[in-house]
């Protein structure tokens, strides 16, 4: 194959990504939660699609799809996820399982090429019912016992009845084999605004974000909205309101210079009009590249909570629900990713940081592992408007796969980075 062709099919990359977002359509976007009818469907469709990659296609046990080899020889992992944020995005997810398997159907029908690409969904990287549980699972992070206490953060529907479900029940979970792979590389949506606004084609990942994520419960007195005198209100939901104010007002002069915080979801309970709420949550999360800026703001919330709980009006409970450690990306394989960039994208990259999380960052923990952007129209994303040009979609699709050869060709790159993982 000419240097300049990266055998792509670009017409076949979109018409994929196409008929994934047919499955659990939504707006311009979809909507298909873990263990959804159309997240089961999405299964199907890429288990079916890996034959026509060389591999052999498996569902195991928690919903991961697995396309193996039994060729000899240097093989690459290479994936993303199916299932979406509620009515959210298209391309997250979808982008970098398609590429995946792209890359597999041009790399392992091309005689000359240095190896295989063996790819992979993971379950559940939006967490619907936990956090990366199905890379997790693949690098054996995840027991039986977190399973069974596992329940959709909507639904609250069990996570062993969404499996069986889904007929996955009893189904065994397939455990990464240390050494198989000589690393992992996942594309993505950037997801925020910056290779479009600086014009550029492709992020190369350096690291991802840790994310530590909190349920806040705020217990007061749940009484009478007309009766009950301003003076003696014991309001949760106002203690709530003040609390989230006061963090964006006191973590600024704890934080680093990109960390983020978030509350995504109140509730108030009962949640009538002539009730004062006498319980309140809040799903709150705070990411950074550094876990000691995370422990340092956990602790000001624990801190902060406990000062309202002294004032004796509401008290407060803090939960650890998520940890998730952060994550440097492969050097070999950003180099490799930017080699690529150069080849097919005119050049137009950037190295940087990734504000959201990824699988990337759990297989990191047993291989070399990097990532690369495409952009984001208006850097939109968790959101059913979320997009990517086109022509963007085809040019990524491109680096991804000549990022995938130039780490086939040079894997013993990571013989001389010293990087083991037996
Ligand atoms: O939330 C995240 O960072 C990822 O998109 N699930
Ligand atoms: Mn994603
Ligand atoms: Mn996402």
Same mark, same amino acid.
């Given at each position: 194959?000419?240097?300049?062709?990266?055998?792509?099919?670009?017409?076949?990359?979109?018409?994929?990504?196409?008929?994934?977002?047919?499955?659990?359509?939504?707006?311009?976007?979809?909507?298909?939660?873990?263990? =959804?009818?159309?997240?089961?469907?999405?299964?199907?469709?890429?288990?079916?699609?890996?034959?026509?990659?060389?591999?052999?296609?498996?569902?195991?046990?928690?919903?991961?799809?697995?396309?193996?080899?039994? !060729?000899?020889?240097?093989?690459?992992?290479?994936?993303?996820?199916?299932? =979406?944020?509620?009515?959210?995005?298209?391309?997250?997810?979808?982008?970098?399982?398609?590429?995946?398997?792209?890359?597999?159907?041009?790399?392992?029908?091309?005689?000359?090429?240095?190896?295989?690409?063996?790819?992979?969904?993971?379950?559940?990287?939006?967490?619907?019912?936990?956090?990366?549980?199905? =890379?997790?699972?693949?690098?054996?992070?995840?027991?039986? $016992?977190?399973?069974?206490?596992?329940?959709?953060?909507?639904?609250? !529907?069990?996570?062993?009845?969404?499996?069986?479900?889904?007929?996955?029940?009893?189904?065994?979970?397939?455990?990464?084999?240390?050494?198989?792979?000589?690393?992992?590389?996942?594309?993505?949506?950037?997801?925020?605004?910056?290779?479009?606004?600086?014009?550029? !084609?492709?992020?190369?990942?350096?690291?991802?974000?840790?994310?530590?994520?909190?349920?806040?419960?705020?217990?007061?007195?749940?009484?009478?909205?007309?009766?009950?005198?301003?003076?003696?209100?014991?309001?949760?939901?106002?203690?709530?309101?003040?609390?989230?104010?006061?963090?964006?007002?006191?973590?600024?002069?704890?934080?680093?210079?990109?960390?983020?915080?978030?509350?995504?979801?109140?509730?108030?309970?009962?949640?009538?009009?002539?009730?004062?709420?006498?319980?309140?949550?809040?799903?709150?999360?705070?990411?950074?590249?550094?876990?000691?800026?995370?422990?340092?703001?956990?602790?000001?919330?624990?801190?902060?909570?406990?000062?309202?709980?002294?004032?004796?009006?509401?008290?407060? $409970?803090?939960?650890?629900?998520?940890?998730?450690?952060?994550?440097?990306?492969?050097?070999?394989?950003?180099?490799?990713?930017?080699?690529?960039?150069?080849?097919?994208?005119?050049?137009?990259?950037?190295?940087?940081?990734?504000?959201?999380?990824?699988?990337?960052?759990?297989?990191?923990?047993?291989?070399?592992?990097?990532?690369?952007?495409?952009? =984001?129209?208006?850097?939109?994303?968790?959101?059913?408007?979320?997009?990517?040009?086109?022509?963007?979609?085809?040019?990524?699709?491109?680096?991804?796969?000549?990022?995938?050869?130039?780490?086939? !060709?040079?894997?013993?790159?990571?013989?001389?980075?010293?990087?083991?993982?037996?």
């Amino acid at each position: 194959m000419p240097d300049n062709h990266s055998g792509v099919d670009g017409a076949q990359v979109l018409a994929d990504l196409s008929a994934l977002r047919a499955i659990g359509a939504y707006k311009t976007g979809v909507h298909k939660p873990t263990f =959804s009818e159309p997240h089961i469907r999405s299964l199907q469709w890429l288990a079916q699609r890996l034959p026509e990659a060389g591999l052999t296609a498996e569902i195991d046990g928690i919903g991961n799809v697995l396309g193996t080899s039994d !060729k000899p020889g240097p093989k690459l992992l290479a994936g993303s996820h199916l299932e =979406s944020q509620n009515y959210a995005g298209w391309l997250d997810g979808p982008l970098g399982v398609v590429y995946a398997l792209e890359a597999a159907r041009v790399i392992n029908s091309d005689r000359n090429a240095h190896g295989m690409i063996e790819v992979a969904a993971w379950c559940d990287e939006e967490g619907h019912f936990g956090s990366f549980l199905g =890379s997790r699972s693949y690098v054996g992070g995840v027991t039986d $016992a977190e399973i069974d206490a596992a329940r959709d953060r909507s639904s609250g !529907k069990s996570m062993r009845d969404a499996l069986r479900e889904a007929g996955l029940a009893g189904r065994a979970r397939v455990a990464c084999e240390r050494g198989r792979h000589l690393g992992y590389l996942e594309a993505h949506i950037e997801q925020g605004e910056r290779l479009e606004g600086s014009g550029l !084609k492709i992020g190369v990942v350096t690291s991802i974000v840790g994310i530590w994520q909190y349920r806040i419960a705020f217990t007061g007195e749940q009484n009478h909205a007309g009766t009950t005198r301003m003076a003696v209100r014991r309001d949760a939901g106002l203690a709530l309101a003040r609390f989230c104010v006061d963090i964006d007002d006191r973590f600024p002069a704890h934080c680093g210079p990109r960390t983020v915080w978030t509350t995504g979801r109140i509730t108030l309970d009962p949640g009538a009009p002539s009730i004062i709420p006498g319980a309140a949550e809040m799903l709150f999360q705070i990411r950074d590249d550094d876990a000691e800026v995370i422990a340092r703001l956990e602790d000001l919330l624990r801190s902060m909570a406990a000062d309202i709980s002294a004032r004796g009006r509401c008290t407060v $409970a803090v939960e650890r629900i998520r940890t998730g450690a952060p994550a440097l990306m492969d050097a070999s394989i950003q180099t490799a990713v930017e080699a690529a960039s150069a080849a097919f994208a005119g050049g137009k990259s950037i190295r940087m940081p990734s504000g959201a999380g990824h699988d990337a960052q759990v297989l990191a923990t047993v291989m070399p592992s990097g990532m690369l952007f495409v952009p =984001s129209i208006g850097g939109i994303s968790h959101h059913w408007t979320e997009n990517t040009a086109d022509a963007d979609i085809v040019t990524g699709a491109e680096v991804f796969v000549d990022a995938c050869r130039r780490l086939l !060709k040079g894997h013993s790159v990571f013989e001389r980075s010293g990087r083991r993982f037996a």
